[in-house]
């Protein structure tokens, strides 16, 4: 089952910060985050993994509550090269071996 | 230099023809993977592999087919049976650890328009 984005888009103006939720109904062994630009192949920023630590990658991090069978990313003093379509893609005891994409949120980062 | 590759960046086809997108990779990597995304849509899955010689079924297979004769190689075929194919396809592929997918890398898509 698909997981669920929130919001689907936000517009920060440079500097500020956000913060980007990906939930799923099932238990979860990993929660997989990627960043696509217009009309490029999604860029691979971060892992969470069951029982693992929050991952950073550059002001990007990440947290991983297995209770609540969430994610989320923590964008800090954002930059304009934060700009793009974030997505999650999770993945549970029924869909070993694959990832389950949520459906994406839009950042724009603004001067 | 490690990577994947797509060929062709465009594609465009008849209502009726079948096509063949090509993915290729040099990474050593165990899995391979093929997705359709829409415009502002996320992406679905469509077929996977993890070994060769044996692929299944994603979310949204009906109308395409692959096959894995090789390791590096994983080409997907949309057929005329796929109604609605226009579409950026996407590759992937990723090593797996034990019960875990680790990062897939993707490579940089096929944008196929039916005409």
């Known amino acids: 089952q698909q997981p669920v984005q929130s919001p689907q888009a936000v517009i920060l103006r440079e500097g500020e910060d956000a913060v980007i939720n990906c939930s799923s109904s099932?238990?979860?062994?990993?929660v997989h985050w990627y960043r696509q630009k217009h009309g490029e192949a999604p860029v691979f920023l971060m892992i969470l993994l069951k029982g693992g630590e929050q991952m950073r990658h550059e002001k990007i991090s990440a947290s991983f509550n297995e209770k609540k069978q969430q994610s989320s990313l923590y964008l800090t003093a954002s930059q304009l090269s934060y700009s793009g379509t974030y997505f999650c893609?999770?993945?549970?005891?029924?869909?070993?071996?694959?990832?389950?994409f949520g459906s994406g949120t839009r950042l724009l980062v603004r001067p | 230099d490690g990577g994947i590759t797509q060929s062709p960046k465009y594609l465009f086809r008849k209502e009726g023809q079948n096509v063949t997108l090509s993915c290729e990779q040099n990474l050593n990597h165990d899995a391979m993977y093929w997705y359709r995304q829409d415009p502002g849509q996320g992406l679905r899955l469509i077929y996977y592999?993890?070994?060769?010689?044996?692929?299944q079924k994603g979310d949204i297979a009906e109308g395409y087919s692959v096959s894995r004769e090789k390791k590096e190689s994983f080409p997907l075929t949309v057929t005329s049976a796929q109604k609605n194919p226009t579409a950026f396809y996407l590759c992937?592929?990723?090593?797996?650890?034990?019960?875990?997918?680790?990062?897939?890398?993707f490579g940089p898509g096929t944008r196929l328009t039916v005409l």
């Open positions: 992937a592929s990723s090593i797996l650890r034990s019960r875990l997918t680790d990062t897939q890398y």
């Open positions: 592999s993890q070994i060769v010689n044996d692929f």
């Open positions: 893609g999770t993945e549970d005891p029924d869909s070993s071996y694959k990832l389950i």
């Open positions: 099932k238990a979860l062994y990993s």
